[in-house]
């Protein structure tokens, strides 16, 4: 990686930057300024896996400005090095957290680099046309013994957890309908997307889209959040009156 990588990047001279877990190798540009008012202007995250996504995306929408730049690195898979995280599988991600991927640029012969923005209400996105024919291959599967097969890969309190989700909106919107996509469990409601639920190594993610996590802004704070998730860490008691107030919320929206 050498300074041209900033151009590509658009970085501009005065703008503050935070460059999240970047490689070594990552140059130094001197132009950013080291004047600081609360955000950044250029976010620049590195993930080498999915669950670096999951865990690491939500420090980076907190550290980006409304207007700024926020680009997402991963390895490029080579001969038999390959990796679980790439263009498809990182849209995949993003769009249950509220954002989109815009452009994408490569950094060198080892790294990608993708920028994003904020989905808009009311926007429905779908993966370029490109993509879509691979991401179409393990995007979706439909019926209840998919979601049935992904909860029984866990086990211990990550498997109770994710049961105790699915029953409580089950309970609450007994009309809804189940999947897998974006290789997550999902409610579909009327046609259209309701929650995601996942599991992962040291929290539960849940996905209710943007409005139902700026609905609660406050009942969620001292949890991770981004624009359209939640982290509820293994940690801590899973807050399951919350949880089914957020589902409450959502079902008076879309029911």
């Not at 993708?114 to 779908?126: D, M, T």
Request: charged share 30%.
């Amino acid at each position: 990686m050498d300074n041209s990588i900033f151009k590509k990047l658009k970085a501009k001279p005065g703008m503050t930057a935070a460059l999240l877990y970047a490689p070594p190798e990552y140059p130094d540009y001197k132009d950013f300024s080291d004047v600081k008012n609360g955000k950044d202007d250029f976010v620049h995250l590195f993930v080498t896996s999915r669950t670096e996504l999951d865990e690491r995306f939500i420090e980076a929408t907190e550290a980006i400005t409304d207007d700024g730049l926020l680009w997402v690195s991963y390895p490029k898979s080579k001969g038999k090095l390959k990796y679980d995280i790439n263009r498809d599988s990182l849209w995949e991600m993003v769009i249950s957290e509220g954002w989109h991927p815009v452009s994408q640029v490569s950094l060198d012969d080892e790294w990608s680099a993708v920028r994003l923005k904020p989905n808009e209400e009311g926007v429905v996105y779908e993966p370029p046309s490109n993509v879509k024919a691979s991401a179409s291959k393990n995007k979706i599967e439909s019926d209840t013994d998919a979601v049935d097969a992904y909860i029984k890969g866990f086990s211990g309190d990550v498997k109770e957890r994710l049961d105790a989700i699915r029953s409580l909106v089950k309970e609450l919107a007994p009309q809804a309908t189940e999947r897998i996509c974006m290789r997550m469990p999902t409610f579909d409601l009327n046609g259209k997307w309701f929650v995601h639920y996942a599991g992962y190594d040291k929290h539960i993610g849940f996905y209710p889209q943007p409005e139902g996590i700026s609905a609660f802004q406050d009942k969620l704070k001292g949890y991770k959040t981004s624009k359209g998730a939640v982290q509820f860490p293994l940690s801590e008691p899973l807050p399951i009156e919350l949880i089914r107030n957020i589902v409450c919320f959502r079902l008076a929206e879309q029911g």
